[in-house]
């Protein structure tokens, strides 16, 4: 892109011996209604647009140029954090270019457009410019912020304004058990796509918290903002052959097989075992009523024969 009149400048309040003595500069282009702070690389506030209102704290640093809700910013020699904060609902077109001053020309530039916006939205971007190389554009971010003021989640420099959670690394900590992988990362919807499980001889997974005492629970529906250690909640196993953790195909921990289902076999097999016994005995009693009813019947009969030979 060539820039054949450098007087622009001028319009956007910038004198013409600041960049004369300077190779490059970087140019902000904003266009939404967002309220701008820009810092320096030592946390300075060097300028900032309110309102649509421009302060400039630093005059040899930056200067700032307004028109509507569209905002425009001049930076020379410094790695600058620039905070957005929504206004209103809407989109915003985020652009950045890195201009030679001495040829006129944009060297390079990068543009997030279509960026969804809503009043009380917080984003950040960080900007080095480089007075002898200018500003490598490509490594422009710009972040979505929570309401603690951590960076959530990406934009993406794709057209459509598209928001991915940052890669986050998850490490987990078998606290006395042992688990592979030790570490993992989050997707682009800032879950995990799957839980490991550890093992431990003599106790039984109940789950991964962030802490080894309370803390919360972690599931495939947990979404990480920030690099999280995790730790393996254990609790006493109820078989005597250690670990029976059970795991479904998500990852998700299932119900222990305990012990309490052989206590109830073994009660069973023994009612079982005893059952042959007691009718072995009852037989038994049975055959010796039946051999004297059989003995006596003889002995009567014994008796009327022989009183009828006499």
């Known amino acids: 892109m060539q820039v054949t009149d450098l007087s622009f400048l001028k319009g956007l309040g910038i004198s013409i011996d600041l960049y004369l003595w300077t190779r490059w500069g970087t140019i902000l282009s904003i266009f939404c209604p967002v309220d701008v702070k820009i810092y320096t690389s030592d946390n300075k506030l060097a300028g900032e647009i309110i309102n649509n209102v421009t302060n400039i704290y630093m005059p040899d640093k930056i200067y700032a140029y307004v028109i509507d809700d569209k905002k425009y910013v001049y930076m020379t020699d410094d790695n600058y954090t620039i905070k957005l904060s929504g206004?209103?609902?809407?989109?915003?077109?985020?652009?950045?270019?890195?201009?030679?001053?001495?040829?006129?020309?944009?060297?390079?530039?990068?543009?997030?457009?279509?960026?969804?916006?809503?009043?009380?939205?917080?984003?950040?971007?960080?900007v080095d410019v480089n007075n002898t190389a200018g500003t490598n554009t490509s490594i422009v971010p710009l972040y979505v912020l929570d309401e603690n003021g951590n960076s959530i989640k990406e934009v993406l420099p794709d057209g459509n304004g598209t928001e991915v959670y940052i890669s986050r690394t998850v490490t987990f900590n078998a606290n006395g058990g042992t688990v592979n992988p030790t570490t993992m990362t989050t997707g682009t919807n800032g879950k995990l796509s799957s839980l490991p499980i550890p093992t431990r001889s003599g106790y039984r997974f109940k789950g991964w918290y962030t802490a080894t005492n309370g803390g919360t629970q972690i599931t495939l529906d947990t979404i990480f903002v920030n690099d999280t250690t995790v730790y393996a909640r254990w609790g006493n196993s109820s078989s005597s052959s250690g670990n029976s953790t059970i795991s479904n195909s998500n990852g998700t921990i299932g119900n222990e097989v305990g012990?309490?289902?052989?206590?109830?076999?073994?009660?069973?097999?023994?009612?079982?075992?005893?059952?042959?016994n007691t009718g072995d005995q009852n037989s038994t009693i049975w055959l010796y009523l039946i051999g004297g009813l059989a003995a006596y019947v003889t002995m009567c009969i014994c008796v009327k024969f022989k009183k009828y030979n006499n």
């Open 87 to 126: 206004t209103d609902d809407g989109v915003m077109t985020y652009l950045v270019q890195s201009l030679d001053l001495t040829t006129g020309k944009i060297a390079e530039e990068k543009i997030f457009n279509d960026v969804v916006l809503s009043n009380g939205k917080q984003m950040i971007s960080y």
């Open 259 to 276: 012990n309490s289902n052989n206590a109830n076999s073994s009660k069973k097999t023994n009612l079982e075992n005893k059952s042959p």
